[in-house]
């Protein structure tokens, strides 16, 4: 019996942990089940940032100028295709309807989510991503910096998303209109993210801008579960 | 307890329809009559400026314009919370009366500032701290009108928008500096704002009664479109009936 058919049950209470580790632990699962979903996003993300010098030409130094900011741009991008994952199919078959008649606390159950989503989608982009800097000539030193920002931002970027995700859940305008929701709100871990390696460039740590990254980390763990879970209910009304 | 009855009374649309519709015409009178005021103000008693020339009157217009289209989403995301705390449907067709108004200032700002930017700055866009995050909002005002019409039930387009218009209105300050640091870390902004000589005292008046004018005639729109709203939406009522009855007998 795992501990939701429990908590169902009534036989354990439903603490909000447990609904966290049930969540990441279902949605980690299905993940892994179709892997070639996976893929799909990571390679979206190489081929992405593999067609800016194509576009602007392969002088060194001006893919080294713009390699950081592509590399997140990239990221945004990738992580937005991916986000109808979060609760497109539970919507559909009506597991998210169930989610929020168990006894678990709903948010608990989408902290879950959004941390299985961003294990398998945002992790993997951050593992990688260092591979990509190399090829626009980024030094060792931005490549750390980048690679903090990344693992520290793309986190962000399923929380913010997840809010967008619920919101237009079983809309006809779907991917456009979450596209419009999302990208503005994204802006300033793109800027922060970015900035840290041009800081590491300019002489400067980067510590700021990274601790500003942690900061919105901190804030949007607390608040987006909140905001995405008011979202999943008005959209089961 | 009769301090709270008297504020719920007008969160009917029932009763706040009436109120609107008188309300209206006197908002749009003075904004007509303070719009006169402020350019008379603008365009013939403020002195041209010794650096910028005849250029800088536009500030007359895109100054008000990107004070209101701040304030009105601060306006929008309290309704939005009104909405969402107190269920209310007035509250919510507020919000969705300000949207639009919200984004037609934000894109006068937008377009008032390229047209000064050219002649003082020499560029029409400069990824300048304020532009920037003047643009984004514009983009939030979209995003903002697209899911509500993305979404047929009003009730559910009500609740979802509030959410959003709410994230978003944490975010803006959050985007503004952002915005505004990673421009300084950038380079330096060429020409800067702030650094302006102090502007003489009938611009500074010019430019509030202009903002007062630009305010008016968004309470006045907003009011108008308010009612469009109501009588939209509560078109199945017994008072709407009543009220359409009227008007085609007045015919």
């Known amino acids: ?133 190399m090829q626009f000539g980024l030094s060792g030193g931005e490549l750390t ?12 970027l399923s929380l913010l998303g997840a809010i967008g995700a619920a919101l237009t859940l079983g809309l006809r305008a779907g991917g456009g209109l979450l596209a419009l929701l999302i990208l503005p709100l994204y802006v300033p871990v793109l ?47 | 307890m009769t301090s709270s009855i008297n504020w719920f009374r007008f969160a009917s649309p029932a009763s706040f329809f009436p109120l609107a519709q008188r309300l209206a015409p006197w908002f749009a009178v003075s904004a007509a ?55 209310t449907r007035l509250a919510a067709m507020m919000a969705q009366a300000l949207a639009p108004t919200g984004a037609l200032f934000t894109f006068i700002a937008l377009w008032t500032g390229a047209l000064w930017g050219k002649p003082t700055w020499g560029t029409y866009w400069a990824w300048d701290a304020r532009m920037t995050s003047e643009l984004i ?30 994230v978003g209105a944490i975010n803006v300050p959050i985007i503004y500096f952002s915005v505004k640091w990673w421009n300084t870390l950038h380079q330096g902004a060429s020409v800067s704002l702030t650094s302006a000589p102090t502007m003489a005292r009938i611009m500074v008046a010019g430019m509030l009664v202009m903002a007062f004018a630009a305010w008016f005639y968004a309470i006045a729109v907003t009011l108008l479109r308010v009612q469009a709203i109501i009588l939209e939406r509560e078109r199945a009522t017994g008072w709407v009936g009543e009220l359409a009855g009227a008007a085609r007998g007045a015919k």
Not at chain 1, 145 to 156: E, K
């Open chain 1, 1 to 133: 019996m795992t501990p939701f058919d429990a908590a169902i049950a009534g036989e354990t209470s439903a603490g909000a942990w447990s609904g966290v580790g049930w969540a990441v632990a279902r949605d980690l699962r299905l993940a892994l089940r179709s892997k070639a979903e996976l893929g799909v996003q990571l390679l979206f993300y190489v081929i992405v940032v593999s067609l800016f010098p194509l576009g602007v030409g392969p002088e060194p130094a001006l893919l080294r100028a713009i390699g950081p900011g592509v590399l997140w741009v990239a990221a945004l991008l990738a992580s937005l295709l991916s986000l109808s994952r979060i609760f497109g199919s539970d919507f559909g078959d009506g597991a998210l309807e169930q989610m929020a008649l168990s006894p678990y606390p709903l948010p608990a159950l989408i902290s879950g989510k959004i941390a299985a989503h961003w294990l398998t989608g945002g992790l993997p982009l951050v593992v990688i991503s260092p591979l990509l800097g």
């Open chain 1, 145 to 156: 910096v980048l690679s903090a920002g990344l693992l520290l931002g793309t986190p962000i």
């Open chain 1, 191 to 237: 800027i922060f993210g970015a900035g840290a390696v041009d800081a590491v460039r300019g002489g400067q740590s980067g510590g700021a801008q990274l601790s500003l990254l942690a900061a919105g980390l901190l804030v949007a763990i607390v608040g987006a579960p909140l905001a995405s879970a008011t979202a999943v209910r008005i959209a089961l009304d």
């Open chain 2, 33 to 87: 009559l303070l719009a006169i005021v402020g350019i008379y103000l603008g365009f013939f008693v403020a002195p041209t400026d010794a650096q910028q020339g005849e250029a800088y009157r536009i500030i007359f217009i895109h100054v008000p314009a990107a004070w209101v289209s701040m304030f009105i989403y601060i306006v929008m995301a309290f309704w939005c919370a009104m909405s969402l705390t107190f269920n």
């Open chain 2, 137 to 166: 909002l514009l983009f939030l005002y979209f995003g903002y009108m697209a899911l509500r019409n993305a979404i047929d039930d009003p009730r559910r387009a009500d609740r979802a928008s509030a959410v959003l218009a709410l």
